[in-house]
């Protein structure tokens, strides 16, 4: 037993409408075809809907009970209709944004939200990488936006602009560790204890790359979230985004105070030129950026060359 889409609007009309000749008005339909509808989902479901008055339809305590049943079924066809037209109009199904830690305004989440209301039924996924990691997700096709911090230079298939956000970028270490107690710091200082960096990042990809080596004494970790950890537990000094460390640092970092610190970065969102973004990408594109940037960006967004 499948009742027709017709059938139930017959049936959600009639019974906002009071009377089966209003519903047929409202539904651009005769009376005797709304009343045949009605009827043959009574009969479909086993149940009566309405009580027929003389003056108007009153739905049975059935009827009461199926009309939000009726209206959930109608609301997930109208759904499906929807997002069927959108994707034959070409928007995609399904959005990839990859983006670092060091970036973490509050507009993201409003974008977010915006995304939702705008487009409902869409597959969305977040992945978080860092610096070449995010250029390589891009530029393979894994992800269709990405959002670093920004790099010295690009790829030549990587197109990118500036966001309105920039990060801040300062040296925390565990507030027991012995530099934690030094009033100030030189880079000599740091070279006796252990450095903590991102794993894939080389020195040149840094947003500082004049910090010390620490003689070589250096843990990894393929993002910032790790190496704050790492640092909180007291492994070393690390180069992290001041906002992450006040969103997750849970008290636990003490911040160096070197000169030339904390140091700020630019944060840039990039697409590959050798696909075109399709609708929903090119949205949150246009959304991510500042509006006196969004005007100059890159016009590969809009087809691929």
Not at 92 to 104: F, G, I, M, N, W
Request: glycine letters at 6%.
């Amino acid at each position: 037993m499948n009742p027709s889409p017709e059938s139930l609007q017959a049936f959600a009309q009639a019974a906002s409408c009071g009377s089966l000749s209003a519903a047929a008005r409202r539904l651009g339909k005769s009376q005797s075809t709304i009343s045949e509808a009605v009827a043959r989902l009574e009969l479909d479901l086993g149940v009566e809907l309405f009580e027929r008055g003389p003056r108007r339809l009153q739905l049975t305590e059935a009827g009461s009970s199926l009309l939000a049943r009726a209206e959930e079924v109608l609301a997930a066809s109208d759904r499906l209709a929807r997002h069927a037209a959108s994707l034959a109009a070409g928007q995609e199904a399904k959005l990839t944004l990859v983006l670092s830690d060091a970036y973490q305004p509050k507009q993201y989440q409003a974008r977010l939200v915006e995304l939702d209301r705008r487009f409902p039924d869409l597959e969305f996924e977040c992945l978080i990488a860092e610096h070449a990691d995010v250029l390589d997700l891009v530029c393979q096709g894994r992800a269709h936006l990405g959002l670093l911090a920004a790099q010295p230079a690009y790829p030549p298939d990587i197109a990118h602009a500036s966001v309105a956000a920039n990060t801040q970028f300062g040296l925390f270490v565990a507030r027991e560790h012995p530099l934690a107690k030094q009033q100030s710091i030189t880079a000599e200082d740091l070279t006796n204890w252990r450095v903590l960096r991102l794993t894939s990042v080389a020195s040149s990809d840094r947003p500082s790359d004049d910090l010390p080596s620490s003689g070589g004494r250096c843990w990894s970790a393929p993002d910032f979230l790790l190496l704050l950890e790492m640092a909180a537990l007291g492994f070393g000094w690390a180069e992290l985004p001041r906002e992450l460390v006040a969103n997750h640092g849970n008290g636990l970092l003490h911040e160096l105070p070197m000169p030339g610190w904390p140091r700020h970065a630019r944060v840039d969102v990039v697409w590959s030129r050798q696909r075109a973004l399709r609708p929903v990408a090119a949205w949150l594109l246009e959304r991510l950026l500042d509006d006196a940037v969004a005007p100059a960006i890159d016009s590969a967004y809009h087809a691929a060359p």
